[in-house]
């Protein structure tokens, strides 16, 4: 492949996926430009680019949503193109299209097709038009309306996502109070009160499928992702491919999503989500426009390297014409959050005073931090995700349960202990999973530490809370990201 139409890439993102961009760049040979707000700017990302631009303060609005001051960084620097990762600008259809009026390389699906997606109700309608099944729904919310899609139904956000201006509906007394909730809720998050209601099923899979396309006009699936295990709508643990999909349904539902993404002219990496039911009927739920969080799960059982896919494709290169049919092995990742299981998940902040990942056959770890990082209020809990490839998916699952046996995070509680009981739990062993699973299930309390591994920490800690006794090896661990000169802060 030829990727040299733009030579500077600009990652406007921070964490984990803005590492994990830059060292595709990096290993392709582009020059780099990270973006940082004040509370980053001596971030492992911030770190790993050959330019650096300053933001601004640390709240997202005032930094890596400040989509103006993303647009000055490229052009001060040189940039050619823009990588937005996931999150905070990547689904920002005027965002894509001002990178692209500014002479920019967008390294994304089309604006138009972002727009087309980005809203539920017109979305649905437009899948519909397309052949795709969509669960019946209607945009009536009156008795009448909604006697025609019946109990139980979901009230949803026509804007939505993360689980906001959601309720489930299971009598018509419910019905009233459930739409105001809603429209209060979606207004406030979305600035959008539009609220549509669909039938609920109790018990489905959220099974997704990776789709991409060039601008040459192919479209293809590159397999399935099971992503059922959810808390509060937010994605735990994903694996590729799904234990409940067969050859014959995986076919159906990649038909099923070359077609969404093709009626809207879809170019780039992007994900079709279905909920499958347990008669194996299928349901459009959404698209995200964007490369996934969970995308390493796809990467390890298909042999892929989709960031690189992505470069390829913004470039202008086709796809290549022997992408995989088929998977050639099972993956599962499991996602680190700085939060606390056995205290109502509680998010966690402070500083990362000891990190160490595991390694090993099969194991790979895509993550933002390292010993001295600081886990900020401002952005998501997410430090890490843990991913493990085998044969099997019981030998993926078993490396798994090893490699967060060894994961290391001293500074801030996490859900790694949570985590490695859970993929211990007889329902995940047997791939008996849906999206409401972690709401029944009783995962295991943690054991007591053995004896040695207290009295080992009451050294480490020096006797009190450890922070005095580490922070000196902390800062000496994380030298002055500015004291070799190697790069420039431009802001």
């Avoid at 595709?24 to 780099?32: F, K, S, V, W």
């Avoid at 006794?469 to 030298?479: I, Y």
């Amino acid at each position: 492949m030829n990727l040299r139409p733009f030579r500077k890439v600009l990652v406007a993102n921070r964490g984990e996926i803005a590492v994990r961009v830059l060292t595709a760049c990096r290993t392709l040979g582009y020059g780099t430009v990270a973006v940082a707000s004040e509370a980053d700017v001596a971030s492992r990302h911030a770190r790993l680019a050959d330019e650096l631009v300053l933001l601004g303060p640390a709240p997202a609005r005032e930094s890596y949503l400040a989509a103006s001051r993303i647009l000055d960084a490229a052009r001060a620097t040189g940039a050619e193109a823009i990588h937005p990762g996931f999150g905070f600008l990547s689904e920002n259809a005027a965002f894509a299209r001002a990178v692209i009026d500014a002479g920019l390389v967008w390294i994304g699906p089309p604006p138009d097709a972002i727009e087309a997606m980005g809203l539920k109700v017109p979305s649905r309608e437009r899948m519909r038009t397309a052949g795709v099944p969509v669960v019946p729904g209607t945009h009536d919310l009156t008795p009448e309306g909604i006697a025609k899609v019946g109990f139980p139904h979901v009230v949803k956000a026509s804007a939505g996502g993360g689980g906001k201006g959601m309720r489930v509906v299971r009598a018509e007394a419910e019905l009233a109070p459930a739409v105001e909730s809603c429209r209060r809720e979606a207004e406030a998050a979305f600035g959008d009160p539009t609220l549509y209601a669909e039938r609920y099923l109790e018990h489905p899979r959220h099974v997704e499928i990776q789709v991409f396309g060039d601008a040459r006009g192919r479209v293809v699936a590159l397999g399935e992702r099971e992503c059922s295990l959810q808390r509060r709508h937010q994605k735990v643990v994903e694996e590729s491919p799904s234990p409940a999909v067969s050859p014959e349904l995986r076919a159906r539902m990649s038909e099923a999503a070359v077609a969404a993404a093709k009626a809207v002219g879809y170019v780039n990496a992007g994900t079709v989500e279905f909920l499958l039911d347990a008669d194996g009927s299928f349901y459009f739920l959404e698209m995200n426009t964007r490369l996934q969080v969970e995308h390493p799960v796809t990467e390890e059982a298909w042999g892929l390297d989709l960031v690189t896919l992505q470069l390829a494709v913004a470039a202008g290169e086709p796809l290549p014409p022997d992408l995989p049919a088929v998977p050639s092995a099972h993956a599962i990742e499991a996602r680190v959050y700085a939060e606390d299981p056995e205290n109502g998940f509680l998010p966690q902040v402070g500083t990362v005073l000891a990190y160490e990942e595991p390694g090993g056959p099969g194991v790979r770890v895509d993550s933002g931090i390292e010993a001295g990082s600081e886990v900020s209020v401002h952005y998501d809990p997410m430090l890490a995700k843990v991913v493990a490839r085998g044969r099997t998916r019981e030998e993926a699952r078993l490396r798994l349960v090893d490699a967060l046996g060894r994961t290391v995070v001293l500074g801030v509680a996490t859900n790694v202990s949570w985590l490695r009981r859970l993929l211990q739990t007889p329902e995940f062993v047997r791939g008996e999973l849906d999206t409401s699973l972690l709401g029944r299930l009783e995962v295991p309390a943690p054991p007591d530490p053995p004896p040695d591994v207290l009295s080992a920490a009451a050294r480490l800690l020096g006797g009190g809370d450890g922070r005095a006794a580490m922070t000196a090896p902390a800062r000496a661990a994380f030298p002055d990201p500015f004291a070799d000169g190697s790069f420039r802060v431009l802001g």
